[in-house]
């Protein structure tokens, strides 16, 4: 298994090609561009020559996709090709998305699905692969929670190797069992999102900072038909951090990963 990390760690700030420079000289090859980048398609010769590859894109796609205004739902769909066509260059590849039905109204499910369905015809088209997201349990923010399960039949309804499910164990763990959401969603995960917290929180913490046992994760992830790299996709408290902080992230992860196939 290979280790891939997302930009986000970044911020919006900080210039998207020194990031990534940073990232090669702490010894990463392969990354996840962040919804925080913005027009990053230009760049693709300078990663290829930089010998770093794109693993995953993550898009923008906002609320707006389950509004139940048309107007305001197009809108949203709308904005979300014009990332996929930007990012396109790098397919094919995930292209990880929020599942936004997180009302007690399903007509707002409706609407949802229709963006997707949108979004999907779109992916086909450019050669991309939509993984939508587990969702993390905000009870004080989201009218309600949609579990693994419910995501999983959302993805396995379109019956499409162009439409998939990315685990964020980091959103994962605080409501539900990370094995158990391997194998609910077992044959349709594209990508990972690996960050820790303390079990309350989508604190996107670096991993080995919280309490999520990565090892048996990644296992279980695997025996579920996972194939792609471990993609970490972690905050971190300073902007840029420094080279040996993310080459130390990097080798802890490298070790989780060696327990992974060690460990009964």
């Known amino acids: 298994m290979e280790i891939s990390i997302s930009t986000t760690l970044f911020g919006t700030q900080f210039p998207f090609l020194k990031g990534v420079e940073l990232l090669y000289e702490a010894g990463y090859r392969t990354i996840e561009i962040s ?3 913005p027009d990053t398609g230009k760049e693709k010769k300078i990663l290829n020559d930089m010998g770093i590859k794109v693993w995953s ?3 923008t796609l906002g609320n707006g996709s389950a509004s139940l205004s048309e107007d305001e739902r197009k809108k949203a769909v709308a904005s979300e090709y014009l990332r996929m066509e930007d ?3 790098f397919a094919p590849c995930p292209y990880v998305v929020h599942y936004l039905h997180r009302y007690n109204n399903r007509e707002h499910g ?3 699905r229709k963006s997707l369905e949108e979004l999907h015809e779109k992916a086909i088209e450019l ?3 939509i993984a939508v997201e587990t969702v993390p349990y905000k009870p004080r923010m989201n009218e309600r929670h949609p579990f693994s399960v419910e995501i999983a039949e959302f993805v396995r309804s379109f019956k499409s190797p162009n439409l998939s499910l990315c685990i964020d164990i980091n959103h994962s ?4 069992n990370l094995e158990d959401v391997a194998r609910n969603c077992k044959g349709v995960i594209s990508t990972i999102h690996v960050s820790d917290n303390h079990g309350e929180w989508e604190d996107h913490l670096p991993p080995g900072e919280g309490i999520i046992k990565l090892p048996g994760v990644l296992r279980e992830l695997r025996n579920c038909g996972y194939s792609g790299p471990c993609n ?3 905050h971190v408290e ?3 951090p420094a080279v040996e902080m993310l080459a130390g992230m990097r080798e802890f992860v490298a070790e989780q990963i060696r327990l992974s196939y060690s460990e009964n």
């Open 127 to 129: 050669g991309l692969n």
């Open 57 to 59: 894109i993550h898009g």
């Open 87 to 89: 990012t396109s260059v």
């Open 173 to 176: 763990n605080i409501n539900e």
């Open 232 to 234: 970490i996709e972690c």
């Open 35 to 37: 919804r925080k980048n």
């Open 238 to 240: 300073n902007i840029p």
């Open 110 to 112: 409706v609407a949802f």
